[in-house]
């Protein structure tokens, strides 16, 4: 279940900045292309509407950021300062850090409930309602986007999903530290899908440069 989990997250993460990325490439392209005086072409150009787009990368960022987050926290690629905390003994250091972890899942936890607040009563509690085929009342159905016009709702979910996972994730830091004693760690000069080839040791060479036999 984690690993799929951890699977979810890298595509979700991975599709989101490649989806950004071509979105923001096409408008770009379109505006500065639209100026061209090409007959037929310009016409064309100017009548595709991509006003959308700027709205929409926003979003997916927002998205991409909180579940960035999470990820950053399994993987342990968040800029952390801990010069005074190794300098203490084993059993104080380890305190200290589970300490900071709960405050981690702690601070995350309530950030995903006062979102999940806000999204139910932003709309959320309105549309589900609506989908189940139960009476809305007075609920209210919540404001939508300016150029989407999708309910506010969904974009707003990326703070309670995200802030939820993350609280997962130091909890899940946690219980690996107090179990196995060490956080996760990311070599920064470590490329995927790329061996490292270790230095020969001082006397392995021989004076022509060669390796020895």
């Known amino acids: 279940m984690t690993r799929v ?26 505006r500065y292309a639209s100026g061209l005086a090409i007959p037929g ?17 926003i979003y997916m960022f927002v998205w991409m950021a909180k579940f960035g987050a999470a990820y950053g926290v399994r993987t342990g690629i968040h800029v952390g300062v801990d010069v005074m905390i190794n300098r203490l003994n084993d059993s104080n250091r380890a305190k200290f850090i589970v300490f900071g972890l709960l405050a981690g899942a702690t601070f995350t936890g309530i950030v995903g409930t006062l979102g999940a607040i806000f999204v139910w009563e932003n709309g959320a509690h309105y549309a589900i ?14 404001p939508t986007t ?11 979910s990326a703070v309670p999903f995200g802030s939820y996972l993350m609280c997962f994730r130091f909890l899940q830091v946690t219980w690996s530290f107090i179990r196995k004693g060490e956080l996760p760690h990311h070599d920064h000069g470590h490329v995927e899908g790329i061996e490292e080839v270790q230095p020969p040791k001082p006397g392995e060479e021989d004076e022509t440069g060669g390796k020895k036999a």
Do not use: R
């Not at 309602?129 to 919540?142: H, Q, R, V």
């Open 5 to 30: 989990l951890d699977h979810l997250e890298e595509w979700l993460i991975t599709f989101l900045m490649g989806a950004a990325t071509l979105i923001i490439f096409g408008a770009v392209m379109h």
């Open 41 to 57: 072409v310009q016409d064309f150009l100017i009548g595709l509407n991509f006003s959308w787009a700027q709205e929409v990368c």
């Open 129 to 142: 309602f609506k989908l189940l085929g139960l009476n809305t009342g007075d609920l209210p159905e919540g």
């Open 146 to 156: 300016p150029d989407l016009e999708m309910p506010t709702w969904i974009a707003y």
